[in-house]
């Protein structure tokens, strides 16, 4: 994944064949990127090429969608303005999209209480009743009972960490709690520290929708843990206002779950594996003191 790049020569000369008058724009390599790698093309914008199988589709759902949703949000958004087709020199689609100023949140984490607003002002914006037409997402947004079965084997990456025991309750309780009934919302879907950025300790951006669905706000709700400061999530929850307890008891559960996930990849990119980073292992243990920390 991480380890496949291409050349700013295959940029630019895909620039000037479909975009000509952006070609002569300044274009800078951006570190990071999962699914897509990223350059930043002039300062306001950014080019954005799929180097995984599943990215083209992800890459479809943010041209499709997010352009729908981006004036309502508060906060910046990698908002395509002009879509890449595939050619001879490119067979995938691509995308040119705003770029979103600020580092990310697992380099340069939010540190202030009020960021807790910020967040709340915004999942209150996206989580709108969603249309029939939006996309459906196979591990976001559904009930946790369809998580389970490879949930198990997750938690073997703390299994010696003095949380695992504490961790394996709020699963539970995530599990038991009552399913989510009312109309699917607008989801990001994929809010961790990677996916943020910051600008001096304060939430400045959410980019990377290629993961965006409809389904249980818990999903996205996770991050009062996953992104806020200790101490933060009571007032994340008191500013968003439309959790109930079985909304938050699932959301805790989510936070677990993507703090597991944080560690493996983490883990992977400290024993240098591919597709590692190792910048998400102390984030994923921060999620999770933070989570354990609210009961």
Same mark, same amino acid.
């Given at each position: 994944?991480?380890?496949?790049?291409?050349?700013?020569?295959?940029?630019?000369?895909?620039?000037?064949?479909?975009?000509?008058?952006?070609?002569?724009?300044?274009?800078?390599?951006?570190?990071?990127?999962?699914?897509?790698?990223?350059?930043?093309?002039?300062?306001?914008?950014?080019?954005?090429?799929?180097?995984?199988?599943?990215?083209?589709?992800?890459?479809?759902?943010?041209?499709?969608?997010?352009?729908?949703?981006?004036?309502?949000?508060?906060?910046?958004?990698?908002?395509?303005?002009?879509?890449?087709?595939?050619?001879?020199?490119?067979?995938?689609?691509?995308?040119?999209?705003?770029?979103?100023?600020?580092?990310?949140?697992?380099?340069?984490?939010?540190?202030?209480?009020?960021? /807790?607003?910020?967040? $709340?002002?915004? &999942?209150? #914006?996206?989580?709108?009743?969603? !249309? %029939? *037409? =939006?996309?459906?997402?196979?591990?976001?947004?559904?009930?946790?009972?369809?998580?389970?079965?490879?949930?198990?084997?997750?938690?073997?990456?703390?299994?010696?960490?003095?949380?695992?025991?504490?961790?394996?309750?709020?699963?539970?309780?995530?599990?038991?709690?009552?399913?989510?009934?009312?109309?699917?919302?607008?989801?990001?879907?994929?809010?961790?520290?990677?996916?943020?950025?910051?600008?001096?300790?304060?939430?400045?951006?959410?980019?990377?929708?290629?993961?965006?669905? /409809?389904?249980?706000? $818990?999903?996205? &709700?996770? #991050?009062?843990?996953?992104?806020? !400061? %200790? *101490? =933060?999530?009571?007032?994340?929850?008191?500013?968003?206002?439309?959790?109930?307890?079985?909304?938050?008891?699932?959301?805790?559960?989510?936070?677990?779950?993507?703090?597991?996930?944080?560690?493996?990849?983490?883990?992977?990119?400290?024993?240098?594996?591919?597709?590692?980073?190792?910048?998400?292992?102390?984030?994923?243990?921060?999620?999770?003191?933070?989570?354990?920390?609210?009961?």
């Amino acid at each position: 994944m991480g380890e496949f790049t291409f050349e700013q020569d295959l940029v630019r000369a895909l620039l000037r064949e479909q975009h000509p008058d952006l070609a002569d724009l300044e274009l800078r390599d951006v570190d990071g990127g999962w699914d897509n790698q990223q350059w930043r093309l002039g300062e306001e914008l950014a080019v954005r090429l799929p180097r995984t199988e599943r990215a083209p589709a992800l890459l479809h759902t943010e041209q499709t969608w997010l352009p729908v949703l981006a004036e309502r949000l508060p906060l910046p958004t990698p908002t395509p303005v002009r879509i890449g087709k595939p050619s001879c020199l490119f067979e995938h689609t691509w995308t040119i999209a705003r770029w979103v100023e600020g580092e990310p949140a697992d380099h340069a984490p939010v540190t202030r209480i009020d960021a /807790a607003d910020v967040l $709340a002002e915004f &999942l209150g #914006a996206l989580h709108h009743e969603a !249309p %029939a *037409g =939006a996309p459906a997402n196979p591990a976001r947004g559904i009930p946790l009972a369809g998580l389970q079965e490879g949930v198990d084997g997750s938690f073997g990456v703390i299994a010696d960490h003095a949380s695992a025991d504490s961790a394996g309750e709020v699963w539970v309780k995530a599990l038991a709690a009552p399913v989510w009934h009312g109309a699917a919302r607008w989801l990001h879907g994929d809010l961790h520290p990677a996916n943020v950025v910051v600008r001096d300790g304060m939430l400045a951006g959410v980019i990377d929708f290629g993961e965006m669905c /409809a389904g249980d706000p $818990a999903t996205d &709700l996770s #991050a009062a843990w996953i992104l806020l !400061p %200790a *101490g =933060a999530a009571g007032r994340f929850f008191d500013a968003y206002g439309q959790a109930d307890e079985a909304t938050i008891t699932r959301a805790r559960g989510w936070a677990v779950l993507r703090a597991l996930g944080m560690i493996a990849i983490g883990q992977n990119g400290r024993l240098g594996r591919p597709g590692g980073k190792p910048t998400w292992e102390p984030a994923g243990y921060a999620t999770l003191e933070r989570v354990l920390a609210a009961d």
